[in-house]
């Protein structure tokens, strides 16, 4: 026993001797330059036993780590208090050697033995999480976040009301510590959705800066964010009122009150405000000096996202003349450097903005007895006023959000040229002239024929122009389009390789015929891959498709290579009617089936297969035959081959994970079972076929079985994939959502 712990004390003073001269010979580290260890027991406690520490010595001076071991006192060596129990040497040990690491890659010849211990805590206590979040929020507050902070302090301040402590630390933060919480999130409107991701982005950040993987410092051990699945939001209630009702609003008598300033008055006056300056926010009201207002114009930077935008979110705004009363009403006449006299009243735009809620819902409920749950607030006629320049104004969606400086998708465009801020100013004076100046109704387009001005005839003639920093690239003109994808993409096929990647162009299409016209745009992709994988039924296809089409991309479908083997397979008799696949004489035909794509589809030799491979009796052997490995072989070989050139849009059940798992762009498609199998009912039933719903909806439920369940590459979602749930959206919002994916993506979105 003697000799064995001389083995483990003599290991731990020897082990850091190594780890230097292994990595620092050439530097000729004298031994007094090193830090070394020893297991020792200094103190007894009540019980009798022993509290375990490791002796830390350096430049001749000592000092200790405790350690969570105790011995008793017939394995303590009374003379000089090494430990002589073999399992707590041997774990010591363990922890000595990750010490000696640790130091390994640290100048520590001119640290002190105080600076060494306090290195070697540092990189094995528990991180307080509850600490860290206050710091984080505190950053944000400091630099300007404001909201944002706000929203990060409620988030971890539920979750401290949940823990029940105000002294979370990272190791609580388990997966299903954390389920349980976003549990109790369940009835809540966005709280269920904000809060987990404020506390996902904290613990992200909080990884990064105290784990050292270079280093093998892991003071937060796991990430339980990796098993959790963030609810979505629900979806709020678009807040738009009708002319007729925002005409009333303004017109009701305001409730009496014996405050100098009522806040219904001020909710009046306010909402006023915010309708006659195009929606502007109660925020940059608030926030507005003296500076910025000079003849009859006020300029300013959206407080939302100046600090985002190139071009700082600047605006300038004319004063209506039936906002000039109201406006010369709040002016302050102090010495103050803010335009308005809020300030004396409110001590931040938080609390101007409740109190001007306040004052609007009085309004509603006793002088237009609204009920309480549907009374307006200051977003309200925000939103009218953007309803009311496109619906009644004839506004287009760029032309609104100019005017009300939503965070800008031309941004590169703007930093060119100094900004002429008339149109806003026009429309602006239309929407008031039709709100208070006419008894026009609003109209009301749920029930009003659908003349979307992307559903057009075949027949009519359209007109399209591509447009790049103001000049025309390419125009078209001519019939034979369905809708607007269609001219969109052929336009974004002519643009030159002289656009740079990430640059954003615009569209003009005119529909001639109707004497209507609708403006776009599109950023110019970089020469990237994007992968689309997911489950069956999801749409993967057509997604990639659009999107190959929208952005001048080739379009290669992994899932119609499967399936032609499948065809190949079935047609050469290699699949028995048991579903038995002769395997051997199926590799032994491959390297003669000549699969390719072409602009017409999928083709095995010269005959276009595209029709026959998406039959029910293929579809029910795609699976298994897609499970062979040289199958995955002989079809990763050929979509390599395409994808040498980039600008490819692919996808597949494993595009992402296995064939390119280093491409730029994935994405994980997913949707409820019954919408997907709903889909490939009406698709199968579309091509002519009589199918069976309980038969659809067994082979999809297989096919996702065998997909996920395969050796070979099975189903998973990619841990760099965005994941795209379409149960609930049209291929016009996966566009979108695309859109928006890729302008964030590579930096085009603020």
Not at 699 to 726: G, K, Q, T
Request: charged content about 25%; overall charge neutral.
């Amino acid at each position: 026993m003697d000799v064995l712990h001389m083995f483990y004390n003599f290991q731990g003073h020897v082990l850091h001797m190594f780890y230097n001269f292994r990595n620092d010979s050439k530097n000729n580290l004298n031994i007094k330059d090193m830090a070394t260890f020893k297991t020792v027991a200094l103190r007894q406690r009540a019980d009798g036993f022993w509290n375990v520490s490791i002796r830390v010595t350096h430049n001749r001076k000592s000092r200790y780590l405790k350690t969570d071991k105790i011995v008793e006192t017939k394995s303590v060596n009374k003379k000089n208090h090494e430990v002589k129990d073999p399992f707590v040497l041997e774990a010591c040990t363990v922890k000595i050697a990750h010490f000696a690491e640790m130091l390994n890659k640290q100048p520590i010849r001119t640290w002190s033995v105080d600076d060494v211990v306090a290195y070697l805590e540092s990189g094995t206590a528990d991180v307080c999480f509850s600490d860290y979040a206050r710091q984080y929020h505190d950053n944000l507050y400091n630099n300007g976040h404001e909201r944002n902070a706000r929203n990060y302090e409620l988030a971890y301040r539920h979750l401290e009301l949940y823990a029940g402590s105000n002294k979370v630390m990272c190791s609580q933060l388990t997966s299903k510590f954390i389920n349980g919480w976003i549990k109790s999130l369940a009835k809540t409107a966005r709280a269920k959705e904000m809060y987990p991701i404020c506390i996902r982005q904290i613990f992200r950040q909080a990884l990064l800066e105290f784990n050292d993987y270079d280093c093998g410092i892991i003071r937060i051990t796991t990430n339980p964010w990796l098993k959790i699945k963030i609810p979505k939001a629900d979806t709020p209630e678009k807040r738009a009122i009708t002319m007729e009702e925002c005409r009333a609003f303004f017109a009701a008598p305001l409730p009496p009150s014996d405050r100098i300033l009522p806040l219904a008055e001020l909710g009046h006056d306010v909402a006023m405000m915010v309708l006659c300056l195009a929606g502007m926010n109660t925020v940059d009201i608030y926030n507005l000096k003296k500076e910025d207002y000079h003849d009859g114009i006020i300029s300013y930077e959206r407080a939302k996202t100046r600090k985002f935008r190139n071009d700082h979110a600047y605006m300038e705004m004319k004063i209506p003349g039936i906002l000039q009363p109201v406006f010369d009403k709040y002016l302050d006449k102090t010495t103050s450097p803010y335009l308005f006299d809020f300030h004396k009243r409110m001590t931040n735009s938080d609390s101007f903005g409740a109190n001007i809620n306040c004052g609007i819902r009085q309004i509603c409920e006793k002088s237009l007895h609204i009920p309480h749950e549907k009374a307006y607030c200051v977003y309200t006629f925000r939103h009218t006023w953007a309803t009311v320049a496109q619906n009644e104004c004839g506004a287009s969606i760029d032309e609104v959000g100019f005017a009300m400086n939503h965070s800008d998708r031309h941004r590169v465009t703007r930093s060119y040229v100094k900004i002429d801020f008339s149109p806003a100013w026009a429309l602006n004076e239309k929407v008031l002239e039709k709100i208070f100046f006419t008894e026009d109704k609003s109209r009301d387009y749920s029930k009003a024929d659908s003349t979307v001005f992307e559903r057009f005839s075949f027949r009519q003639m359209m007109k399209g122009s591509i447009f790049y920093r103001g000049r025309k690239i390419s125009e078209i003109t001519d019939v034979g389009f369905n809708n607007v994808e269609e001219i969109i993409g052929k336009l974004m096929k002519e643009l030159p390789s002289t656009i740079p990647s990430r640059a954003m162009v615009l569209i003009k299409i005119e529909n001639v015929d109707k004497g209507q016209t609708q403006t776009y745009s599109r950023m110019k992709l970089p020469d990237i891959i994007i992968a689309i994988d997911g489950y069956s039924s999801t749409g993967k296809s057509t997604l990639a498709k659009l999107i190959a089409e929208q952005f001048g991309f080739l379009y290669l479908d992994s899932g119609a290579l499967y399936r032609g083997v499948t065809l190949y397979a079935l047609e050469k008799g290699f699949i028995g009617k048991d579903g038995a696949i002769d395997e051997a004489a199926l590799k032994a035909a491959l390297p003669d089936l000549g699969l390719d794509f072409k602009a017409e589809g999928t083709f095995i030799g010269d005959r276009c297969i595209e029709k026959e491979i998406r039959t029910l009796e293929v579809s029910g052997h795609v699976s298994p035959i897609s499970a062979i490995p040289f199958v995955r072989e002989y079809v990763d070989e050929r979509l390599h081959a395409f994808g040498q050139r980039k600008r490819i849009v692919m996808d597949g059940r494993d595009i992402g994970t296995t064939v390119f798992p280093d491409a730029e762009v994935k994405i994980f498609m997913t949707a409820s079972d019954e919408v997907r199998a709903k889909r490939r009912f009406d698709e199968l039933k579309a091509k002519g076929l009589e199918p069976c719903m309980e038969d659809v909806m067994k082979n999809l439920l297989e096919r996702d079985y065998i997909d996920s369940h395969r050796e070979v590459s099975p189903l998973s979602r990619a841990a760099d994939a965005f994941v795209l749930d379409n149960s609930d959206m049209n291929l016009h919002e996966e566009l979108v959502w695309f859109q928006g994916l890729a302008q964030g993506r590579f930096g085009i979105l603020e």
